[in-house]
C-alpha cells in the first residue's frame, strides 16, 4: 500500500485536468491522466487499497466526477484530508469513495508512515499513533459499502419489493 500525501487546496484540476474532459469518458481513458499535472507518478504507481492523505479543501475547484471516478476504479481506499470541498465530498459518497476528514492524522503523517483506516470503528491509525474521527452516518457507509448511490439505491429497491 502507498500513502500519497499533498497539501491544502488540491483542486479538481490537479486531480484531473479540465483539458480531458470533453475526449476522456471512460475509467480507462480518465486514469492515465490522474493527477498528471500535480504527481507525474501517480497514475503509473498507484494500486489498489493506496490511501490519499491531503491538507484542507481537497477537491475544490468545479464540479467534475473524473477525479472520483479514477479514484474507484483503481481501488483507492481512501482519501483522509484536513478538510473537502463540498462539491468534491458529495460525488466522492455518490460514487461510493470513502472520504475522512481527520486534520491530526493528516498533520500526525511523516513519509513513511504506515496508515490504516478504519471506518466503521472510526479510528485512523499513523504510524504508532492513533486517531478516532465521528463515526460516519450509517447510510454514507451502506452506500460506500454498495459501492456508490446507484447500487446502494438499486438494492434497497430490490429489497423493498
Known amino acids: 500500500m502507498t500513502i500519497w500525501a499533498y497539501g491544502d487546496s488540491i483542486n479538481t484540476d490537479q486531480l484531473f485536468p479540465g483539458k480531458y474532459i470533453y475526449t476522456c469518458s471512460t475509467t480507462e481513458e480518465i486514469l492515465p491522466h490522474m493527477l498528471e499535472d500535480l504527481d507525474t507518478e501517480y497514475a503509473s504507481n498507484v494500486s489498489e487499497g493506496d490511501i490519499i492523505l491531503a491538507g484542507d479543501n481537497f477537491g475544490c475547484g468545479s464540479s467534475r466526477e473524473h477525479p472520483v471516478l479514477g479514484f474507484k476504479a483503481v481501488g483507492l481506499k481512501a482519501v483522509v484530508a484536513k478538510s473537502f470541498a463540498r462539491i468534491f465530498y458529495r460525488a466522492a459518497i455518490?460514487?461510493?469513495?470513502?472520504?475522512?476528514?481527520?486534520?491530526?492524522?493528516?498533520?500526525?503523517?511523516?513519509?513513511?508512515?504506515?496508515?490504516?483506516?478504519?471506518?466503521?470503528?472510526?479510528?485512523?491509525?499513523?504510524?504508532?499513533?492513533?486517531?478516532?474521527?465521528?463515526p460516519l452516518p450509517a447510510e454514507v457507509l451502506a452506500i460506500n459499502e454498495a459501492g456508490g448511490l446507484l447500487p446502494y439505491v438499486r438494492k434497497k429497491l430490490e429489497n423493498s419489493q
Open 94 to 134: 455518490n460514487q461510493g469513495l470513502l472520504l475522512i476528514e481527520s486534520p491530526e492524522a493528516v498533520e500526525a503523517y511523516n513519509d513513511g508512515d504506515t496508515v490504516e483506516v478504519d471506518a466503521i470503528n472510526g479510528t485512523i491509525k499513523v504510524g504508532e499513533q492513533e486517531f478516532s474521527f465521528p
